[in-house]
């Protein structure tokens, strides 16, 4: 069974330009999450998607930052525009109700030069 | 806010020593996890604690929840150099249901 697929694995832009971030959840798992990850620190949620319902998204900065998840199943995340300090991992993870099954992607490892 | 306080951030040892992490909230939470995490890649789960004392064992590492459910602790011995990596100990729910609150994480080294 695959598991959380995220795409691109390494990104570098330069600040002020967009950038978008892929995720595909295990086959069934109806909540998503995308966390962002700084080095050696724990991560922190951006956003939780019950299918295709964002049902936290209170640590999101909505300025710059935005998500979709339109069928319940992939979704992207988008920082326009970056700033360096959004330099980080990006991670997804999804889950069954309840957090059971709990699994994360790889990544994307973002750098704003 | 919930916050789960994790301790130590580094710990650097010798192959074969014991080491303790801890995990401390102030928050009650529906269970917790340990997931340990290497460079270049995402968590992945160790265990899940549930019942208030709980202690579960695999192979080398024990890992325990305390009664009143706010506090666990990872037990390794005889650490050996595959043991290298980040711990990070997560809160699952509390005041927001099925919500993951993770601690800093320990970044453990083990030297051969």
């Known amino acids: 069974e695959a598991g959380v697929v995220q795409s691109p694995r390494y990104k570098i832009i330069e600040k002020k330009q967009p950038v978008a971030f892929w995720c595909n959840p295990i086959s069934g798992h109806n909540t998503l999450y995308w966390y962002l990850q700084n080095l050696g620190q724990g991560p922190e949620l951006l956003i939780r998607?019950?299918?295709?319902?964002?049902?936290?998204d209170s640590q999101l900065p909505k300025d710059r930052f935005s998500a979709e998840r339109l069928k319940g199943v992939d979704s992207t995340l988008k920082i326009q525009p970056a700033e360096l300090g959004d330099s980080a991992v990006y991670l997804c993870?999804?889950?069954?109700?309840?957090?059971?099954?709990?699994?994360f992607g790889s990544g994307t490892r973002l750098t704003v030069v | 806010t919930q916050l789960l306080e994790q301790s130590p951030q580094f710990l650097s040892i010798q192959e074969g020593e014991n080491l303790t992490v801890y995990c401390n909230s102030s928050?009650?939470?529906?269970?917790l996890q340990w997931y340990r995490q290497e460079p270049g890649e995402g968590p992945v789960l160790l265990v899940t604690?549930?019942?208030?004392?709980e202690v579960k064992k695999l192979k080398r590492l024990t890992f325990q929840f305390g009664d009143a459910r706010k506090d666990s602790s990872l037990h390794i011995t005889a650490a050996q150099p595959g043991d290298t990596g980040l711990y990070l100990c997560a809160g699952v729910g509390g005041t927001s249901y099925g919500k993951l609150t993770f601690g800093q994480g320990t970044i453990l080294t083990v030297h051969p």
């Open positions: 998607y019950e299918n295709e319902e964002a049902v936290d």
């Open positions: 928050s009650v939470f529906s269970s």
């Open positions: 604690v549930v019942t208030g004392g």
């Open positions: 993870a999804s889950s069954l109700a309840g957090g059971n099954g709990y699994t």
